[in-house]
């Protein structure tokens, strides 16, 4: 396995060779910030200090975007379509090959179990970089032909054009699914693009620069801004003037920010951002198949995942069965180090979000809730002890306007209330702000179709969570996005369609 210090340029930490030196990227190179300005990233398993990560300042921002606006008006934003897919093939045969690189980092960010990163995290960062070559290369362009008065006609054809340097802001719960899902169709697009990782996962953002140089990809093509929010990398990117577009992944009030920021210019913004997402399960539900898919839902990736259920509405003759198994299987998680492969849960990302998530487990006892199980905090084993751990939860017995029910808590638990009839759950469904994602669980098919027509959700599961088609239109409704992404959806956000209209 490579050690991600030489992977990044950097030289280790002199206290501890297990220290990363983590360095931003910029036209091709690793390079630290003017004044060495640093900030720590810890091991949510452990506590430790993993890496030391240069955190990029104006100066930076400024090269950054210098580089990716030089690239642009390099063979880049020049290059058939074609030739840019296969460069994509490239990048993701070449992250595939460092496979353990990959993954020895996202793990260490993250402290998320092998087994899941393996699975999902890692194939998931190559495959985007392939579904959104072959959807450039596949793409096809509109033509019309029209009569003019002097009856010779005209015709008029579209043509994409990249919209230009595009800011990419980052979460930390899918750190290189979830960059990959903009870089690669940006990419795709010929637009050049400046990452801002966020500050809790840095360090596959950091890899893929090396593997963007390995293949080939033109210097500044692809260039990553290490920094926090406000007053630092992901701000200083935002409001830049060079950059044509931003792209973002996080919380919604992040996203109102950006939105703010990229108001000055006019700038488009795909924001992809929070959710309180229900899961609704009829009487007449394939009962293991529910709690299979509700498991999941709530628990993988410790709840940190933004399509996850926290509202799961029961309907009443099958309640009380519902909460004995879904406890039953909750208590069945294994908290452990990510490497054990009989590891199905890890802790949260950082203390600080282990803060937050632990006021909402004492607000829901203040609310009045029934805790079926967890509630706390797990007794790890000394190594572990200083991590990010919580139990997974489950509630029951809060009303619907409670705020551990209608505010995103982002973590490994969720509330369970039973229902009496389809009219009265599509209602509660829909009272929040949010409208990300809803799990429906029926075998009746024409209720299956009315429920899902319904809801107010940007993507509506029935029989099943999770499962993803690349092509299909991803984002959320209300406060949890504008815009679409996936396939062609991602084209409209990343391309400027220009017509030609020629008289014959
Ligand atoms: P966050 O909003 O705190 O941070 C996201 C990124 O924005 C980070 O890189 C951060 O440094 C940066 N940032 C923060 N303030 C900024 C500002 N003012 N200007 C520019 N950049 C700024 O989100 P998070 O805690 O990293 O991620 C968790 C959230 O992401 C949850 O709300 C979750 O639902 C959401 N999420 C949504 C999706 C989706 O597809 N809808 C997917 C994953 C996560």
Redesign the pocket.
Known sequence: MLDVARQTGGSGSPQSPAVKDILNFIAGEYVAAKGGKRFDKSSPVTGALIARVSEAGQAEVDAAVKAARAALEGPWGRMAPAERGDMLYAVANEINKRFDDFLQAEVADTGKPVSLASHLDIPRGAANFKVFADTIKNVATEFFEMGTPDGAGAINYAVRRPIGVVGV??????PLL?MTWKVAPALACGNTVVV??????PQTAALLGDVMNAVGVPKGVYNVVH????G????F???HPGVNAIT????????A??MK?AADGARPVS?????KNPAIVFADCDFEAAIDGTMRSCFVNCG?????TERVYVERPIFEKFVAALKARAEKLKLGAPEDAATTMGPL?SQE?RDKVLSYYKKAREEGATVVTGGGVPKMPDGMAKGAWVEPTIWTGLPDTAPTVTE?I?GPCTHIAPFDAEEEVIKRANALDYG?AASVWTTNLARAHRVASRIEAGIVWVNSWFLRDLRTP???MKQ??IGR?GGVHSLEFYTELKNVCIKL
């Open positions: 802001i980052c979460p930390w719960n899918l979830l801002k990782p966020s500050e809790e996962s920094g926090f929010g406000p630092s990398a992901g701000e990117l935002t409001r973002f992944t996080g919380e919604t009030r992040t996203g920010a950006i920021a924001l992809e951002m929070g959710g940190q995942v933004c399509l996850g990302i979000h995103e982002f990300l991803f984002g959320g949890s996005g992404e």
